[in-house]
């Protein structure tokens, strides 16, 4: 299997109507039936609401063939941008069954802005094939990336399997990773004379 680029599906609604302004927007992760992934999305951006399906271009190789393949990297799962009237009304959906909790709790579990949009900038951009590592990772070094396509992202640095990678973590569901040169990334730390290691 070879991965290649393309941009994920973001279904943003073209204008607002300012209701529910007192209600900050939040990210949820709503769970789906199978192989409905886009088609939940695409109803809800009818509605006004706000998704993202995290998908990737995934290349399969025959003897005799190639074939181009668009596939979720977070099977039966949609990440839904909504205020608490918006988040019930997608509960309405059939093929909706519930939002992703933290355990022991029974309010839906919220997905941080920053780490929607650091995730969001990785799957845009990367040339390299992201992964969900979805087992437990040691917290690696903050830094940020200064070269290639993905420069300016900040994330953790991490060794799986003996390669370097960088790691955006997103709450519950583990880390998202993609392969990075450890000569593309510099430490975010800050010494005492305000210049930053390497």
């Known amino acids: 299997m ?6 994920s599906i973001s279904t943003v609604p073209g204008c607002g109507t300012g209701e529910g302004v007192a209600h900050s927007k939040r990210w949820y992760v709503a769970l789906v039936r199978m192989h409905h992934e886009k088609k939940v999305a ?17 290349v399969h190789q025959w003897s005799d063939r190639r074939k ?20 019930m009304e997608v509960l309405s959906f059939s093929t909706v069954s519930r939002y992703m909790v ?16 650091r995730f969001r900038f990785m799957l845009d951009y990367s040339d390299e094939a992201v992964c969900m590592n979805d087992s437990p ?5 903050k830094v940020r990336v200064i070269k290639g396509p993905l420069s300016g992202l900040v994330g953790e ?4 399997g003996g390669k370097s990678k960088i790691a955006v ?7 998202a990773c993609v ?9 975010t730390r800050i010494t005492n004379d305000n210049t930053k290691k390497l």
């Open 137 to 141: 990772l040691a917290r690696g070094e």
């Open 2 to 7: 070879i991965f290649t680029k393309e941009k």
């Open 157 to 160: 640095l991490v060794t799986i």
């Open 179 to 187: 392969d990075m040169p450890i000569g593309y990334v510099e430490s």
């Open 68 to 87: 181009v393949v668009n596939t979720v990297l977070l099977p039966m799962m949609v990440f839904v941008h909504a205020d608490p009237k918006e988040r």
């Open 169 to 175: 973590r997103l709450n519950m569901l583990g880390c």
């Open 42 to 58: 695409e109803r809800l951006f009818k509605m006004g609401i706000e998704t993202f399906v995290p998908v990737q271009q995934e």
């Open 102 to 117: 933290m355990r022991g709790e029974s309010t839906p579990a919220v997905i941080p802005d920053e780490q929607m949009a």
